[in-house]
Structure formats: C-alpha cells, structure tokens
T-cell receptor, first 113, second 113 residues
C-alpha cells in the first residue's frame, strides 16, 4: 500500500474550518484514500473515504486532487471535540490480503477556543 | 450501524498468566477482523488479520504462538495473550471490515504486573 505524509500537528480555532492535508504521491489506481481519527485512549473512528471523486458526509468533506497524489480532509466548523489525531491511509479496497489499514503517525489536530 | 465492541475494556494481570480479549461486531457480520496494538504516544501497529473459519495471518515480527487468534464465528474474534509479561502491556484494538470501510472497537488496555 502507498505511503502517506501528513504534518505532525496543526491548530485550528473553534468554529473555523480545519483543513488537514495528506500527500500520497505513490498511490495506485485501485487504492482508496481513507481518513480516521483517534481521540485519546479510544479506538479510531471512521470519517470518510474516496477513490477519485470528492466526497462529503455528515462529518467532513474529502477533496482529492485530479492526479490523486494528495488529498485534504475538511472539517467545516471545528469544535473542541474534534481535537484528535487524524490518520490518512491509502489502501486497496478489497481482496484477501487487501483491506488492511496501515496507520502512519497522523496529524495531531488541536482545536482551540 | 457498524458497531464493534471489545471486552474487557481494561484488564490487569500477573506476569505469566494468559489474557483473552473478545471483539464482536454487533450489528453486522464480519468475515475479516484485524487486531492492532498501540503503545503510549505511538500509532497503531497491525498485529494480525483474523479470518472466520481459517487461520489468522500474522504481520512480520508478531509471535503467533504468543498471540493466539480465534475467529470462530462471523461476529466474534478473540485474541489471547499467552504467558503475558510486562512488555505486553499495551492498548489492544480490533477492527471489523464491512463493505469498503473498517470499524474499530473501543480498545482494551492490558497491564501486566
């Protein structure tokens, strides 16, 4: 699976949009981009995933560049409860050995009042 | 939907004893589950892939005789840490896959004295 690069940490003001970048320049055509977050001492929480089209759900939006070498997770109105480590993962969507989620170091997002 | 539970949420045991951790998919069936562990201030590390009705597949460097995995039904996988030692103290997290996404349990904190 392709490797991802994320900033180690970011700050965001409460109520503002949080834009979390991720580089995945070696992504293959059949690899999806997934975003998870982990609040301290809890299991990771699924946020969103996409292949090449932009995606939006009740939690966030995922913007994938046309060449698919990078993406941005957008939390439109960050709250203090969004403070967490955010992980960007690329993964083959299916298959016997596919489906493994390999976590990098992620971005520690701090939402400040 | 897509709820994964773990039991127990925390356990303290003496060195040399064995500990069993359960992972259940509550509202869906999962042919594949994954086991991770996480040390303080580190990312999640994949330990093994658990397939219903067959042997688990372990990641490189993970001792299969020490971390026994049983996936006996479509909603239950268990991880047994055999002859636990203080260095096995960690946060153990399971994940179950449904459709294209993986959903995580809340984790089990193991402390070996």
């Amino acid at each position: 699976d392709a490797k991802t690069t994320q900033p180690t940490s970011m700050d965001c003001a409460e109520g503002r949009a949080a834009n979390l970048p991720c580089n995945h320049s070696t992504i293959s055509g059949n690899e999806y981009v997934y975003w998870y977050r982990q609040i301290h001492s809890q299991g990771p929480q699924y946020i969103i995933h996409g292949l090449k089209n932009n995606e939006t759900n009740e939690m966030a939006s995922l913007i994938i560049t046309e060449d698919r070498k990078s993406s941005t997770l957008i939390l439109p109105h960050a709250t203090l409860r969004d403070t967490a480590v955010y992980y960007c993962i690329v993964r083959v969507g299916a298959g016997n050995q596919g489906g493994k989620l390999i976590f990098g170091q992620g971005t520690e997002l701090s939402v400040k009042p | 939907g897509a709820v994964v539970s773990q039991h127990p949420s925390w356990v303290i045991c003496k060195s040399g004893t064995s500990v069993k951790i359960e992972c259940r998919s509550l509202d869906f069936q999962a042919t594949t589950m994954f086991w991770y562990r996480q040390f303080p201030k580190q990312s999640l590390m994949l330990m093994a892939t658990s397939n219903e009705g067959s042997k688990a597949t372990y990641e490189q460097g993970v001792e299969k005789d020490k971390f026994l995995i049983n996936h006996a039904s479509l909603t239950l996988s268990t991880l047994t840490v055999t002859s636990a030692h203080p260095e096995d103290s960690s946060f153990y997290i399971c994940s179950a896959r449904i459709r294209d996404a993986g959903f995580f349990g809340p984790g089990t904190r193991l402390t070996v004295l």
